[in-house]
């Protein structure tokens, strides 16, 4: 697992090769053996496969191909619909109609989303998250007919990887670790972290892409600008407090 842990790529072409049952089984096992906040396992996975399904997908995920390529979508929602139900059968008040529960069950769905991707890299399969399932959540819903007090948190396409691309750079440890406490970064750390990341061919290659002076501009003018942030936020919010979890009131 430490092997395939350190030759992560995330695949973005897949072949038409369907993925035994036995390991699907497997990988979503695995998912569930993620740690999970008072083991409540307050989240979901949906599995689609169905073509008419991914094709709406498919639109809602800014029609990436990867997402028709792939033969399974998996999307992970927070989920406190099953957990609330449970509580109400057995002569229990749940009170998880607020942020904080919606935040516990995105960490249980994140966590096993990991683990899900690390055991179908185990297999052999590729896999990417797709960043836009935040992005077009109501879509998402509605594509998958998710109630209330669920809200999708992320997916990953999983299939046979078709192309495998280099392994991408990561910036050194100590650009994420800290030692006890916190220790702020200074220009001169700045400039050592980010160093061999700017000198990288690829980055420059970007820069002529994206007719850009620094590689920081590309992120901030092209990839994640502040007028999409802010919008995408405003719309995920409104998708959270749709879905049940920005109560509030004791």
């Not at 396992?41 to 997908?57: F, R």
């Not at 509605?142 to 192309?163: E, F, H, M, R």
Request: one cysteine or more; charged letters at 25%; a negative charge.
């Amino acid at each position: 697992m430490i092997d395939t842990i350190f030759k992560h790529r995330t695949i973005r072409s897949y072949k038409s090769l369907a993925i035994e049952d036995e390991v699907l089984e497997k990988i979503l096992k695995a998912g569930t053996r993620a740690s999970t906040t008072g083991n409540m396992q307050v989240y979901s996975v949906i599995v689609t496969k169905d073509k008419e399904i991914k094709e709406k997908l498919w639109q809602a995920h800014f029609k990436q191909n990867m997402v028709k390529q792939a033969p399974v979508i998996l999307t992970f929602c927070a989920d406190f619909n099953r957990f609330n139900k449970w509580c109400e059968q057995r002569k229990a008040k749940p009170g998880y109609d607020n942020f904080l529960s919606f935040y516990t069950a995105s960490i249980d769905a994140l966590l096993a989303a990991q683990n899900v991707a690390l055991e179908a890299e185990s297999h052999g399969l590729g896999i990417c998250y797709l960043g836009t399932t935040t992005y077009m959540a109501a879509d998402i819903i509605k594509a998958l007919n998710i109630p209330k007090s669920v809200v999708p948190v992320t997916s990953i396409v999983i299939g046979y990887p078709q192309d495998i691309p280099p392994l991408t750079d990561r910036l050194p440890l100590e650009a994420v670790v800290h030692a006890d406490v916190y220790t702020d970064y200074s220009e001169e750390d700045i400039d050592r972290i980010y160093k061999d990341k700017e000198a990288l061919q690829q980055t420059k290659d970007l820069l002529i892409e994206n007719e850009k002076e620094t590689l920081s501009q590309v992120f901030t003018d092209n990839r994640y600008t502040k007028k999409d942030n802010v919008f995408f936020s405003k719309e995920y919010l409104k998708i959270i407090e749709r879905q049940g979890f920005m109560n509030n009131e004791l």
